[in-house]
């Protein structure tokens, strides 16, 4: 299971932080979240056991609210800016920690801090992609924030490479086996570059850090326009990020060097400006020509994954009850889309999903 620090500051997120270590603790295991409220004992030093803590995390969670840049210590200054201030000393330590990954988590619609506003030492924060956890879609944002938690389930990392003996016994023997492996693949490949080049190959071309990335759309991977508009009066809200991947040999939708990028925009359904109950739309965009969906669903208190279904390109499907599933509606562009009333115009190519807080658990190319 990954193991998670949460960062926060009790007097602007300390609810959703107390909330999320409930959520994430009954997903991962409570001993797997590290929350200082509950995981430190009176009389340890505070400092040192924040150190220890992040020393055995593999993903940091930062809790930014709207108050986190304001709240001022007893000398009137932003508590922030006083260099013994425990959230910063969390960040720093988090930040220059090279096995931790830190993603900012933006509490119900704050601002993300800029390098100016922060002490130096923790100016890279603004760099980092953010994630929005919002009250009002509370069981969609943690859905995706928990499956984003899950790919850092590195057993073997924490086995191997955080027991220092057990790496220097182990180097020669893995060192002599990934030798073999290279003459054996290069070998079999005619002395042609081996999978594991040309997976490298492909994600130092599109720049991603790791064999699987969530972040922002790059141009040319979403063509659906994040314009400010209003619909009867209602603000249409935009959550872009994309899924991308190298593999090889390339899968169903991929480019030729083995690169694939899904991208699914969270917006407003129907739902907000009508009584179908259907306020969320997920816009998917992919090259793919079928697409393989799962959702999930809050239901008595459990999540319930519904069951997955083919989606083609200009597709509308829409949650049908609780738990009864997802059916196709509608085709985009037919005579019938406008009475359902969809704030947007979403692309031809794109897989629209109407629901109320369901959440995306999977979007696989099929073909």
Known sequence: MPRIFI???????????????????????????F????????????????????????????LIGKRWLTIEGDDGQPRISAEGDLVRLEIQT????????????????????????????????????????????????????????????RWWWRLVFRTPRLV????????????????????????????????????????MPSAQVTRPPRPGETSFARAEVQVSGTQVEFQQQTFATCTWPPAPGADADGYRAITVAFTNGPGVIDAS?????????????????????????????????????????AASGTVAGISLIDHIGSSTEAQLHIPFYPPTNAVVVLHSQHALQRARCLA
């Open 277 to 317: 109950g259907r306020d969320a739309a997920d816009v998917i965009e992919s090259p793919c020509k079928s697409l393989e969906l799962v959702y999930a669903t809050e239901f008595m208190g459990e999540q319930k994954l519904l069951p997955p279904f083919t989606a083609h390109p200009g597709d509308i499907w």
């Open 35 to 62: 929350i200082d409220i509950d995981a430190i004992e009176p009389g340890v030093d505070f400092e040192q056991r924040i150190r220890s803590a992040l020393d055995e995390c593999e993903l940091a969670l930062v």
């Open 94 to 153: 988090a930040l220059d920690h090279p096995d931790v990954t830190v993603v900012p988590i933006l509490v119900d619609g704050a601002a993300m801090p800029s390098a100016a506003e922060v002490p130096p030492e923790i100016a890279s924060l603004s760099k980092y992609n953010a994630f929005d956890l919002t009250t009002k879609r509370w069981q969609y944002d943690l859905a995706q924030l928990t499956r984003f938690s899950e790919r850092f389930d």
């Open 7 to 33: 960062s926060y500051r009790r007097e602007d997120t300390g609810p959703t932080a107390g909330r999320l270590a409930d959520a994430l603790g009954g997903r991962f295991g409570r001993s797997n979240v």
């Open 168 to 207: 220097l016994r182990l180097a020669p023997l893995v060192a002599v086996a990934l030798a073999g492996a290279v003459g054996v693949a290069v070998a079999s490949s005619g002395g042609g570059p081996d999978r594991a080049t040309r997976i490298a190959n492909c994600e130092r071309t599109h720049g």
